[in-house]
């Protein structure tokens, strides 16, 4: 049950892909921490569950990683992961399609 990531992994594996290669999109902050514990990478969606603001303090990012997330410019590394926000479903597509990420660990 979420957060455990004991079912991510498991679909994973069923389809034989590394977690590198997958993304985990979700609208609360269980799917944050989803994400986390399966030290996946994320895009927050903000048309769902819950605003940017809310997701970004579960995140918990401070000064220019807070800045940088909040804007949806860019992936911001967290852990093994990077986190994303995303307005929209073409922003996920965007986000996916790229290959972009700012380092503030």
């Not at 603001?53 to 800045?67: H, K, M, T």
């Amino acid at each position: 049950k979420k957060p455990a990531p004991d079912s991510v992994l498991e679909v994973l594996h069923s389809l034989d892909m590394k977690r590198e290669d997958a993304v985990y999109i979700g609208d609360s902050e269980v799917d944050i921490k989803t994400a986390q514990n399966a030290e996946m990478d994320c895009i927050s969606v903000t048309w769902g569950f819950r605003d940017r603001e809310y997701l970004a303090n579960v995140w918990g990012f401070q000064n220019d990683a807070r800045l940088q997330i909040i804007k949806g410019q860019s992936g911001v590394r967290y852990g093994k992961g990077l986190a994303y926000f995303a307005d929209s479903p073409k922003k996920v597509e965007k986000i996916l399609l790229s290959e972009k990420e700012v380092d503030f660990s």
